[in-house]
């Protein structure tokens, strides 16, 4: 199997979500450069010092008590993680982006959204970010792909195996 740049950087957004703790949405992100460089990945977590396994991850609740309060998102932590200046880069999200980090998207000189799902369209918040992306000349699209599963084998053929 041969995939395409974009299936192989939506493929590294991807596997990345499943560092995130997130019982109900685990969202991963990948930064490519104008080179075809990645130069940041992220997955929504809580911020560093603040552990996964005391910090919320619920969403019902008072303020402090949900997830919302605390979860770094992953395009937020995939800029922020990111090495370089992210001027005319593209950004490849699991999930359509949110208003906020639509804000640090457009504010990081990001130029392309590719997403996967976009499973909150109706919300105020995606439309909010739809309107900043048009507003700011960033374009936004729906991964194309005939891909249903990329399957990753850890367990080796037999042949290749040790012992
Ligand atoms: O742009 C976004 C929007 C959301 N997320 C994260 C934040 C939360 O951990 C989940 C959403 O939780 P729900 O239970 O589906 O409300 O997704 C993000 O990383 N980026
Ligand atoms: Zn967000």
């Given at each position: ?161 040790e012992g």
């Amino acid at each position: 199997m041969i995939i395409s740049w974009d299936e192989y950087f939506m493929g590294i957004a991807l596997f990345s979500k499943y560092r995130s703790k997130d019982p109900h949405t685990q969202v991963g992100a990948c930064i490519v450069n104008e080179d075809k460089h990645i130069v940041g990945v992220g997955y929504n977590g809580m911020p560093n010092g603040c552990s996964d396994a005391e910090f919320p991850w619920g969403s019902t609740g008072e303020f402090g008590d949900k997830k919302y309060a605390y979860v770094v998102h992953a395009e937020l932590n995939a800029i922020l993680n990111a090495s370089t200046s992210l001027k005319g880069c593209r950004i490849y999200t699991s999930l359509f982006p949110c208003n906020e980090c639509c804000k640090a998207i457009i504010q990081s000189g990001i130029k392309e959204v590719i997403y996967l799902s976009d499973k909150y369209a109706a919300t105020d918040s995606t439309r909010a970010s739809k309107r900043m992306f048009a507003a700011a000349g960033v374009h936004y699209r729906r991964l194309e792909t005939d891909i249903e599963e990329l399957p990753v084998n850890f367990v080796l053929p037999k042949g290749e195996r040790e012992g």
